[in-house]
């Protein structure tokens, strides 16, 4: 039986949404009036404190109708203490405050324009826990969406603010298996370079047409994160940029690119449309294994799969192998329990603990990687090759969509991008002290095209 609460399936609010379509002035000004209209304050509003009440009241309609139209069941999470609102925030307007954020959503649940479900915290023991507690829910109700769509506005109304921030750093891990919070930071030369290089990328992309057909519109279906990627995928179709994310409170972990399409299955991604046109997506094979051969100065061959293990073989034990594989690299001596639906795939009459031993003793050689958390040392690397594709690409005027090792683009840039590809590997392995081998690329077009690239770039 599924005893999942349904308010666990949530996320937290964006507060750099606003509304652009031409009606949202008089939709805005008939939601403040409905509000306004339930409020017992004996006096107006300061002209400061009004225009933080409009300001949050935009920020969080937003997001809800964002949210709602992505997906009916999804509640966002918000705070409601002083602590959440601490000062300025690169991440959050400065208008958007603890007050106005409180008073918007009590508002807006008493018109029933939304579902709200005040957080707790409980220091008595809880089901065997101590100290437990659940953070604000709210969601939008039909009621508000009828009301936006009588107003003329659509998905499409939506957008992200442009002084939105685009590099993120996020500290520690506080909750296991949950990304850990959003810290401030002061500019460097190396972080304005990152936003810099994202901005040239986002501008190209802003300007871009990114559809899916009628086909994939029916069937592309949302997927989890992936093991080695705690960040919460986005899921709505509203922002056409990407932003980047750092992790362990360091520009030197993490550092990877985030859009929207990373929620859709690879099957659905097929069908995409860039300005019109079909599109290809090619992705490095094995990607963190061969990094890990390729830094110590042992690249893999093209034709060895780093997630074949003898007497493993088969599809499915390929998955259970990559994903022990990604478990050992981004976890510790203590992390040994089965990722969820993993212990009932493994082969008859074998543990998850054997299969984790398996996998160490093929991989016995770069032993030094695993079970001491330096995924993120390797997501630095995948998301300098990234960046290297994105920005050369942006130059040369071809949009182009990342998905962490994969990329895609117009299929006439195919050979441009398997080209970019391969010499962004050559060059970050070899600014890292590597021998870079030949990266195995996969999703060519045809065979004939990879050789073509392959022999280009090895003269």
């Given amino acids: 039986m599924n005893t999942a609460n349904p308010l666990d399936h949530s996320r937290p609010i964006r507060w750099d949404r606003t509304l652009v379509d031409p009606a949202k002035r008089a939709f805005l000004d008939h939601l403040e ?109 039909d009621a508000l969406l009828a009301l936006a769509t009588s107003h003329g506005l659509s998905p499409a109304s939506i957008a992200i603010a442009p002084a939105s921030e685009t590099i993120l750093l996020r500290g520690p891990k506080e909750v296991r298996g949950k990304p850990g919070p959003l810290e401030e930071y002061e500019d460097t030369e190396e972080t304005l370079k990152f936003r810099e290089t994202l901005d040239r990328v986002n501008a190209l992309l802003e300007a871009t047409s990114v559809t899916l057909d009628n086909q994939a519109t029916a069937g592309a279906q949302l997927q989890p994160a992936r093991e080695d990627d705690e960040e919460p995928l986005p899921t709505d179709r509203t922002a056409q940029r990407l932003y980047r994310v750092f992790n362990d409170g360091s520009f030197d972990r993490g550092g990877r690119f985030y859009g929207w399409w990373q929620g859709l299955k690879k099957e659905g991604r097929q069908r995409f449309r860039i ?91 770069i032993g030094h990687w695993l079970r001491c958390r330096r995924g993120l040392d390797l997501q630095a690397i995948d998301a300098g090759i990234a960046e290297q594709v994105l920005s050369f690409l942006a130059h040369k005027g071809i949009p182009c969509l990342p998905v962490h090792d994969s990329f895609i683009v117009a299929r006439r840039h195919e050979d441009r991008l398997g080209e970019t590809m391969m010499l962004a590997w050559h060059g970050q392995i070899r600014k890292h002290g590597g021998n870079p081998g030949v990266p195995p690329i996969k999703g060519w077009s045809s065979p004939e095209i990879a050789q073509r690239v392959t022999l280009r770039v090895a003269s």
């Avoid at 992705?283 to 893999?300: E, I, K, T, V």
């Avoid at 981004?330 to 031993?357: D, F, I, K, S």
Wanted: hydrophobic share 35%.
């Fill in 33 to 141: 009036g409905l509000l306004t209209a339930l409020e017992t304050r004996k006096r107006r509003r300061k002209p400061e404190d009004h225009r933080r009440f409009q300001a949050t009241l935009q920020a969080l309609v937003a997001d809800l109708l964002a949210a709602s139209w992505d997906d009916p069941t999804r509640w966002l999470v918000y705070g409601r203490r002083t602590s959440d609102y601490p000062g300025e925030s690169r991440y959050r307007s400065p208008l958007v405050s603890y007050q106005a954020v409180c008073d918007v959503a009590d508002l807006l649940v008493q018109t029933k324009l939304a579902d709200g479900e005040l957080g707790f915290y409980d220091r008595s023991h809880h089901g065997g826990m101590v100290n437990v507690g659940r953070r604000s829910r709210i969601r939008a109700t």
């Fill in 275 to 365: 300005n019109g046109e079909p599109v290809i997506e090619l992705d490095f094979s094995g990607m963190h294994p061969r990094l890990c051969y390729a830094l110590d100065g042992q690249p893999l061959s093209p034709e060895v799969d780093p997630y074949a293990i003898p007497g493993l073989e088969g599809a499915d034990t390929r998955d259970l192998v990559k994903r022990g594989f990604n478990q050992l690299l981004n976890g510790t001596e203590e992390t040994a329990n089965a990722p969820p639906g993993c212990a009932e795939q493994l082969p008859p009459g074998m543990r998850w603990h054997q299969l984790m031993a398996r996998i160490e003793d093929h991989h016995r050689s």
